[in-house]
C-alpha cells in the first residue's frame, strides 16, 4: 500500500488553497496517495459558481497579497484547481465533498466542479484518514 | 489500543471551532480515542467567560459568515462546545488546557467549562499525540 | 530512530508562529525531531528584512490582540525565533525554506536569518514528513 497525505481543507482564502494544490503535487510527485476532504468555507471554493472569481486572500496579510498577487499572475503560477487537476492525472488524488456542508448549505454533488470525486462524511474520512503517514487541517 | 485523533486548536472563531467538535464525533463514531489540546485563542474559546457570547467568524468569510450563521441558527446545529459534550458521552475524548497560556494570561482550570479535563504542558501534549495516527492543528 | 514532529509553516503573524517555537520546544523536550518547512507568509517572517518589525497578530482576534502583546511584553516572553534557536541548541531541529516561494519571489537563502538550515522543495518535504509522528500545518 502507498504512503498517503490526508487533508481537512476547511479554508477558503487563494493563500491557503495554494499549498492545497502544491503539498498534492509533491506528494504525488514522491509516489503518495493523497485524500482530500473539502468542508465549510474550503468546499465553497470549489463550487461552479465560485469559479472565476478573483481570488482572495487572507486579510491578515493585506499588505503583502498585492504583491504576491501580481507575482502569480506575472509567472502565470497555475491556480490551485489547476495544479489539483494535473496532479489527478499523475496520481492517485481523491477529492471529497463534506456532506454535512452540503446538507447545512442545501448544496447537492453537481454544485461543484468535477474535480470532486464524490461526497463524504467526517467520518468516512476519518477512517481513510486514520492510516495516512501525514494528515494536515489547512 | 484504540487509534487516535490528536487536534492542537488555537483558533478560536466560530467557524473553526465547528471542525473540532465536528471531526471529534467523526472520530468518536469511528471507534477512535481523541485527544485535545486547547491553547491561545482556542483555549480562551472554552473559558466561562466566553460561554453565550455571539459567534464570531473569521473576518476573512466576512461575505459568506451572515448567510452561515443564519442557517447554523434556522436548523438548530450543536454548538461546537455541545456537540464535544455528546462526544465525550460516547467515546474516549479528553481536552486538555495549555498550561503556558494559562500561565501568561493568570488563567487557572476553574476558569474554564468543565469540559476541558485537565491542564497539560505542550511537552505532555506532544507524548500523547506521538502514537496517534491523526494528527491536527486548527 | 527518533520520533518525529514535521510542520508546514504556512502563516506569518505573530500569534500563529508562537505555537511553531512552543511546538518545536516540547518536541524536543520529550526527545523528538523536528523538521520544519517554512513556506509562503510563514517564510516571509524568516527574512532578515523581517526581523524587528512590531509583532502583528491575526486580525480575527483584534479584540484581544493588545492585551496579549502586553503579557508577552511583561512577562518577557521570548520570540518564536528565539525560542525554535534554544531548541536548535537542545535538540535535532531542522528548518527548511520552501524553494517554490523564493522562486516566485526572486529570494536566495542568504535573505533569510541563519536559523534556516537548507532550501527544500514540497517533495522532498513531505518525504521527511512521511514517516514522521506527528504532522501538522500552521
Known sequence: MADKLAMVVFSGTADRLF????LTSGAVAMGMDVEIFL???GLQ??????QGAPPKFSTDYADMAPMFAQ????KNVPSPVETLRKAKELG??????CTMTMDLLGQKKEDFIDLVD???GVGEFMDKARDANVTLFI
Chains 1, 2, 3 share one sequence.
Open 92 to 97: 492517485n488524488v481523491k477529492v471529497y465533498a
Open 39 to 41: 468542508t465549510f468555507w
Open 71 to 74: 507575482v502569480l499572475k506575472e
Open 45 to 50: 471554493a470549489f463550487s461552479k459558481k465560485a
Open 118 to 120: 464524490a461526497t463524504a
Open 19 to 22: 499549498p492545497v494544490g502544491v
